[in-house]
């Protein structure tokens, strides 16, 4: 489940020169999905990513934490609380809920009120400002310590816009910027709403941290796909086959490889099939997920459609690479919610779960050992928090104020 706000109208170290025409694209031909082989599972390996759950319990108060947490109220208000102290300290209003992103012992926000970017470290301290106009709205993605990823949408004169939105590529020690335009081939166009794309939703381009790879989704006349695309030579490395609404993708922090969710199998509205896999296993519907590398050879991960119809969303890559974490929605008509997380070396997945829809945000503490969600109640007016020990696979669930976690510094600098 996405969380959205209304809009209101109003790695290796990079360097890119700023220019007026960053990315252009050309057409190039079509080549086949590339996949590393994988045996056939047996019986027994379809049920190793096991939909058993391990339950969460729930307490009264505040589990034990250290260092302070970063979150969102319900006016948008942008808060880091000491744990230590109990002192919280508004660091401005946002006016959409991707308008801040926390990392690097920093925080990324868009403050709507000021119009401005600014940079606040663990410990509240402001590290640095730029105008933001005003069609910088949600802040995509930190590839470095030193940039952020924005999302610029392009408005109508009605208040409207037209998607998808433009990457800004920002410098956030001399406030230099650099635009990349959304032009790709056949780059899927809506109208009624995002798909499912995650925090990718507006800009619908996952780039990697060294701006020289993106994922995409593509849509013709004939059929749907997901491209990997090299912007440096301005071609298409590989396709992977898949469906409005897309599914979720992310980049790992050295920019190696990236996780995504797609169909085993895919048949279009003209009966056609295309498949990513070629292991003739059994599948109900939903998404599984792939692991692919930059030069776009993939392997599945899961197995869980043999079974299930499963939705995947808010992909979350552990500060060590070593683990990915996702809420699953699994099921059709009634579907259960599970807060998984995946050992990507094993492919070896724990699940929890959960009673209500998560949120987009799963923070991570410094060591990877554990982590941290919001769980969405009641049409999502009232909030939860769920905590995750790695090593000894428990859970607990409490209430922080009701507001959602969007960043937790387990240290403070």
Known sequence: MLFFVTLASCAPKITVT?????????STPDPSATSIPRPSPTATEYFSNSLECIYPEKIQGAPALNGSLLTIDDSNDVELYNLKTNEKLTLGRVVIGTGVISKYQK????????NQVKIVSSGGE????????????????????????????PFRSDGGWYPPSSTIF????????????????????YISGPPRLGKYSY??????????RVVYPVSTSENEYVILWDVQEKQEITRFQNHYPFGQIAWNANGTSFVISIPPYYKTYAGKTYSNVSDNLPYVGGNEIFLANRDGESKRLTFWTTQEITTIHSFSWSPNNEYVAFWLEIGDEKPTWQLAVMEIKTSKITNYCIEDEGSLDIVWSSDSSKLISTISKDDFKNHES??????SEKSTIWSFENNIIVGWFDTIR
């Open 18 to 26: 700023p220019t007026e025409t960053v990315v252009r694209a050309t």
């Open 107 to 114: 925080i990324a926000y868009i403050d709507g009120d000021k």
């Open 126 to 153: 402001i590290l640095f400002s730029v105008a933001a106009p005003e069609n910088w709205i949600e802040i995509l993605d930190w590839p470095d310590s030193e940039h952020l990823l924005i999302g610029n949408m």
């Open 170 to 189: 920002l410098n956030i020690t001399n406030g230099q910027s650099a635009e990349f335009l959304p032009d790709y081939p056949d780059i899927y166009k």
């Open 203 to 212: 800009s619908l381009t996952a780039y990697d941290p060294s701006m020289t």
């Open 386 to 391: 769920i905590l995750v020990d790695l090593q």
